[in-house]
Each structure stands twice: as C-alpha cells, then as structure tokens.
C-alpha cells in the first residue's frame, strides 16, 4: 500500500524526541538532558533508565536549568534543557539570552508541552509567546517539527549543531506528513501538497489541519499548496517568495500569537520583496485565550480542516487585497 | 608569589583601573577597587590558567557573576598576558570589544555575564561536568553581595550541594554596599553564612584584602569533603582611595581630573610603602 501524507496516525512528537534522544545518548556519552523535575512530562522515564548517568535533574527552577545547561555546554557536552515551553522560554528568558545565546554555548532548548498542548490548565501553562520572545532574540535557531519523521531529524541535527537551538513539541499523537526518503534540512521547508490557488504556510501541530483543508478544497476545484515550515529561523525565503509567485493567496498558520510569530515574519518577507498577494495570518489573536483541548482551542480559532478551508475561500474571493 | 610581591601587585592593579575608567569615562570603580585581591590571589596563586593552557579542557575556571566589576578582570588579565594591555584603552569605546561587562569575544573570559545571578548556575553546570568526566579542574566564581538577592543564586546552591561539587567555589566580594545604599538596608542577607551553611555549602570568612589569608583559605579547598565552598571575602567598597572607600556613590562613579589626581597620588604613596 502506498503512503498518502495525511493519513495515517503516528506518534506524540514528544515520544519521539525521547526516543530519538535516547538513541543519540546511547551512541554518545556526552548527550545530557537537563530536566527540571520534567522527565514524566518529557518522556524522558524510559531514557533515565537506560542512561541513568546523562539525566541531569535540576528539579523546579528553570533559570538554574538553562544556566548549569550552559556550563555543561561550555565544556562540550552535547545539552538538551528540557523544560516545558511555557516556563522554559518565559520564567528562564533571560537566561537563554545571556547565558546560552548571547555567550553562544550550544544548548539545545527543548520546549516541551509547547503552544496549547496544555489547553485546559489555563494561560499560565500556554506557550503562545515564545517564537516571538526567541525571534528577537539573536542566535538562537528555531524549529517546531511537524509530524515524527521532522521531530527525529529535528533532533538529530540539534545534536549535530555547534549554537544555540530551541526545539518545540506537543503531546498528542501526529499523522505522517512525508514519504519515505523525504531529506530533511534546517532552514529550509517541506512541501507537504502542491498547489498553485492557495499557499498555506503552516508550522508544527498545525500543518495536519492545512493539508485536510487543501483535500477539502480540492473537492471544490481550488488548488492549496501546504508548505511545513518547521524552521521558523533562518526563515526560508525562497519558499514563501515561491507562494507569493506561484499562487493567489497565502495563509500563514501558527499555534501561537498572531503577534511576532510565523505570520508576521513571512509578511515582513513579502512586503520587503514588494510582493503584494492576498495574505492571511491564522494564530491565536491579542485576548485572553480560551481554554479546553488542544483541538477545541484550535477549532475555535479556525485552525482547522474547515476553519482553514473558509478562510482560504473567502481570501480567494475577495477583490480588495 | 610572595605578599610583599602580590601587595604590590594589588596596587598597580588599582592604578590601572583607575586610569582605564578615567580614560573611558565609565565603569564600577567601586567594585573593582574591592575585588581587586580576590583576582590577583586566584590568578597569581589559585588558578590553573593562563593563555597558553586556556583552550586546554583541564584548566581551572573563573567565572566573574558579577559582570560590573569588570575593569578589575580586564587588568588582571592583561597582566597575566591574555591580550596587550594597550587593547584597553578602547574601553567602552564604539565597537570595542572591551565592553563594560565580561564577553568571551576576550581571551581569557569564560562566560558572558553582567546580568547578575547568572555566574553561580553556569559554575554549577562546568562543575557538574568535571565530576561526570572525573577531571581534577576547579570552578571559581565571584558574587557581589548585592547580587545575593537575586533568586537564582539560591537555585544554584541548592544544585551545588545535591551534587557534592566540591570542585566548585563561590567567593562572596562583601563590601556591604550595592548601588542604592547599604545591603543590609536594601535587602536584608545576614546572617548569610549559616544561610550558606543551611544550603549545604561549607562556609570560610576571610578578610578581602588580606592577600596571605585570601591564598590559605582559598588554597584549602575544599573546605569539606562532599561539599562546595563559599567564601565570604570581608571587603571594602572603593578599597585604598580614601575618599572612595565605603561610599556607594562610587560604584559606577568616574573621578574628575582633581579625583583621579588625588586617587593617583595616594596609590603611589601606598606602592612606595608596599616596598616597590
Ligand atoms: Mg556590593
């Protein structure tokens, strides 16, 4: 049986990433992750078994985890700090600009439990601001993987990196989005569909909702691209430049803020390049989100099969740009 | 190193600060006046570094937490010949690399800081990884007392102790004074050792200034086995310039032309009675 992307269900993301890392530490001695009492919620259990020797436990303290992470790193140990997004890339900010970006030691941030993964536990456990906090801040690349073949190269080619990277996983299981064989490089994105109406240009938990929009909309006659732009920086360019040309319209989607994430960037892309094409950002708006499953808050805010395919139709027929 | 000679050291390392700050127009004065013999101790008698070992994995570490006093690691490092000590009289100029805080675009600068309570954690995690490679190194990091009432310190020490880092040490440059007033006013730290103590840390008091009791307490660690060590550095603010010392308004003060002629001249006579 053929694959078809879209179809079938793999794993969480962040089981993944465990057991890539695993994987990686089994071969490397040097591999640490750093945990601040986030091993259950990381996955990370079956790989404290396995090597007990590189799991560092910080316990509750995310700025102690992102510093001691550096001075690991700054001995050339390979560092994974594995904390949950929303308290790694807020409460240890500063940290992460200082100590990991600012003194380019190669730590490996891994955002776990990332955008609304924790939906109904409420604002203080979203990671809606973290691509906008790390976009602004320089030296730090930035990737949140789509399915579990982006989450394992992902990983893979963190470990091989000599500068700072923050990685971004949610928990619920994902569906294949790449055939076999597909290469997977930093920086620059996957085509998941083409297509030559609508481009969507989406990253992470979200590019499953795009690709069953664009089977939807092939229904109706409309041809939607879905772009997985798991590299949020360095930004390929080409590739929404390529949208731009090559299709009507563009939608942008993020699990995230609508301010200073994926949108917004490739909306600096666009008009910087004088390209003028129909161009929506679909990501959580400036209010205090709503809670619920990762799903339910998705759908409320359009980012779904149906929410996405309306937006795309009602951008296609508009006459004002 | 004998005292007499380390004394002297001290000395003409304050000279140049001081020149260096007068020349830039900026930087802690203060702070660096106090912390001044902490650096010459560790570098000319505790530390196992140099330029030539520096990109070598087994030498020991210095980590200066509080960034601010600057101007004193600058001194000391070109004394020791990390880079020409000519390179600092772009100090805090554009472009120049010899920003008012530490960057490892300097030779011989471990970390970035500046930021405070950022110096312990990072010590913490170099520590950590020479206890899981079984390297002989040490981790030496200096905090202002100020800094002390930045939370993440105190994370750090709880991390320390966990892991028995008896390789690492903390020095505490206890000059009672941070930029509003007293610390003791601003934010209340005593009794800080048994707080240290209460944290897991094994805890010396040492007279600052005092280069022989700094080189026996900090050659006799660790303190206890199993343990890091912390070390409270009784030092004064603005150190051997009368007019400076125990003033909080000198910890980023820059002296006028009168000042700095004043400061200058009282060195020289502390230099000539040091025996130089
Ligand atoms: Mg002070």
Redesign the pocket.
Known sequence: MSFEPGTELGKANLDVFAETLLELAQDNPDVLAVTSDSRGSGKLVPYAAAVPDQLVEIGIAEQNLVGVAAGLASTGKIVFAVSPASFLTARALEQIKNDVCYSDQPVKLVGISAGVSYGALGSTHHSIHDLAALRAIHNCTIIVPADNFETAEAVKAAARMFHPVFLRFGKRPMTHLHRPGTAFQVGKSLLVREGSDVAFIATGETVIHALLAATDLEREGISARVVSMHTIRPLDTDAILAAADECRAIVTVEEHSCAGGLGEACAAVLMQANRHVRFRIVGFPDEDTVTGSQLEIFTHYGISAQGLAGTARKLLASTDQ | MTAVVLRIKSIQYRLRLLEYIKKAGAGHTG?SL?CVDILNVLYNRVLNVSPENFADSRRDRYIQS?GHSVEALYVVLADKGFFPESDLETLCRFRSPYVGHPTRKIRGIEQNTGALGHGLAFSVGVALAGKKDNADYRVYTLL????LAEGSNWESMLTAAHYHLDNLTAIV??????ISGH?ESVCRLECLTEKFQAFGWSVRSVDGHDVTALADVLGSIPFEVGKPSMVIARTI?GKDVSFMEHDAKWHHGVPSDEQYERARRELETLLMEAGA
């Open positions: 702070g106090s509080k202002g007392d100020g800094e440059d206890r000059n009672q004074l941070q610390t603010k």
